[in-house]
């Protein structure tokens, strides 16, 4: 953050509205860092306030958590002299990260913009603590998959796709969180090589959360890394070209990506052939899916591309009948 007298607080808050105005649609997560404020560049009260009130329930509502990360003294002190402001709910949504190697537990940070000052002020407070409560590496060895274990591994491993949905009719399918232990017990049960029913347990969304885990977990996205760049650049594709195109595109694909995408983007249609009642259009549906489907290797590239490859995905589930041929 700059210094104050140099920034315009209230476009920094249209700004911040408009860049979540992307993700408010669907479940979503914030991750703020909070090393590098001073006294020269904090924000007032005042500000913070507004803004706080400024956010209306569109963004509240679909936030699954607030992580503040290196969270100060000053920082604590104002959210509890904000509390009688904050509502419960959202109150229970805000999480203290002290170290990235806590964050590292919650979210894969290689896919994350953090800046490298962070980064240095946390191996700074680490190396500060005493050798018994340092905490661990961020990016400790991988421990070798579980005999069953679905989520995490490459296609080539997991024996199946999962794919269980109940309530296709239901409003808001695939923008709505799911009950955190359920969804832990389920993926736990996966990766044990146990049976799940869906049918048996009673939360709508749970199958469709379980579904954007799985395809976010893969090591390599779906549509993987070698078709970063021509789908990001698809909106140059004249129209009556993009389902050869595609269909080009997706030869490459190993085998079972390609059968997995294929699988899905089926599925995914027949949600949106009950987008009258569920709300899941083509449109909306590449909203949630996009950034599941793909992502780059550098987390930037990702955040810059993420409305090309909801484009690309849109017109993906648009043309399925035409790609996907019998």
């Given at each position: 953050?700059?210094?104050?007298h140099q920034l315009?607080?209230?476009?920094?808050?249209?700004?911040?509205?408009?860049?979540?105005?992307?993700?408010?649609?669907?479940?979503?997560?914030?991750?703020?860092?909070?090393?590098?404020?001073?006294?020269?560049?904090?924000?007032?009260?005042?500000?913070?306030?507004?803004?706080?009130?400024?956010?209306?329930?569109?963004?509240?509502?679909?936030?699954?958590?607030?992580?503040?990360?290196?969270?100060?003294?000053?920082?604590?002190?104002?959210?509890?002299?904000?509390?009688?402001?904050?509502?419960?709910?959202?109150?229970?949504?805000?999480?203290?990260?002290n170290y990235l190697?806590?964050?590292?537990?919650?979210?894969?940070?290689?896919?994350?913009?953090?800046?490298?000052?962070?980064?240095?002020?946390?191996?700074?407070?680490?190396?500060?603590?005493?050798?018994?409560?340092?905490?661990?590496?961020?990016?400790?060895?991988?421990?070798?998959?579980?005999?069953?274990?679905?989520?995490?591994?490459?296609?080539?491993?997991?024996?199946f796709i999962p794919?269980?949905?109940?309530?296709?009719?239901?409003?808001?399918?695939?923008?709505?969180?799911?009950?955190?232990?359920?969804?832990?017990?389920?993926?736990?049960?996966?990766?044990?090589?146990?049976?799940?029913?869906?049918?048996?347990?009673?939360?709508?969304?749970?199958?469709?959360?379980?579904?954007?885990?799985?395809?976010?977990?893969?090591?390599?996205?779906?549509?993987?890394?070698?078709?970063?760049?021509?789908?990001?650049?698809?909106?140059?594709?004249?129209?009556?070209?993009?389902?050869?195109?595609?269909?080009?595109?997706?030869?490459?694909?190993?085998?079972?990506?390609?059968?997995?995408?294929?699988?899905?983007?089926?599925?995914?249609?027949?949600?949106?052939?009950?987008?009258?009642?569920?709300?899941?259009?083509?449109?909306?549906?590449?909203?949630?899916?996009?950034?599941?489907?793909?992502?780059?290797?550098?987390?930037?590239?990702?955040?810059?591309?993420?409305?090309?490859?909801?484009?690309?995905?849109?017109?993906?589930?648009?043309?399925?009948?035409?790609?996907?041929?019998?």
């Amino acid at each position: 953050m700059p210094p104050q007298h140099q920034l315009d607080h209230h476009k920094l808050l249209m700004y911040l509205k408009q860049t979540l105005d992307k993700y408010v649609e669907s479940d979503y997560t914030l991750i703020y860092f909070h090393h590098g404020l001073t006294s020269e560049n904090k924000p007032s009260l005042s500000w913070l306030r507004d803004a706080y009130r400024e956010f209306d329930r569109k963004y509240k509502k679909n936030i699954k958590a607030l992580y503040i990360v290196h969270p100060t003294m000053l920082i604590r002190t104002i959210l509890i002299l904000f509390k009688p402001l904050i509502s419960f709910k959202f109150g229970r949504k805000l999480n203290y990260i002290n170290y990235l190697s806590e964050l590292e537990e919650i979210v894969k940070c290689d896919q994350l913009v953090i800046p490298n000052r962070v980064r240095e002020y946390d191996d700074k407070i680490r190396l500060s603590l005493k050798p018994s409560v340092v905490p661990g590496p961020i990016s400790p060895p991988r421990s070798p998959p579980l005999p069953f274990q679905q989520f995490g591994v490459p296609l080539s491993n997991v024996n199946f796709i999962p794919i269980f949905i109940v309530g296709l009719k239901t409003e808001g399918i695939f923008r709505r969180s799911a009950n955190v232990s359920l969804v832990k017990d389920v993926k736990v049960k996966y990766n044990s090589g146990e049976e799940v029913s869906f049918s048996q347990l009673d939360d709508v969304h749970l199958a469709a959360v379980i579904l954007k885990m799985f395809l976010r977990e893969l090591p390599e996205p779906l549509l993987t890394y070698q078709l970063y760049n021509d789908i990001v650049n698809f909106h140059n594709v004249d129209t009556e070209s993009q389902a050869e195109r595609i269909r080009n595109m997706l030869m490459s694909l190993p085998e079972e990506n390609y059968a997995s995408l294929r699988f899905l983007i089926q599925f995914l249609a027949q949600v949106s052939a009950e987008s009258e009642v569920n709300k899941m259009t083509n449109a909306n549906l590449a909203v949630v899916f996009g950034p599941n489907l793909l992502w780059g290797q550098d987390a930037s590239m990702t955040l810059s591309a993420i409305g090309p490859i909801n484009n690309f995905t849109r017109i993906l589930l648009d043309l399925h009948h035409k790609v996907f041929i019998q």
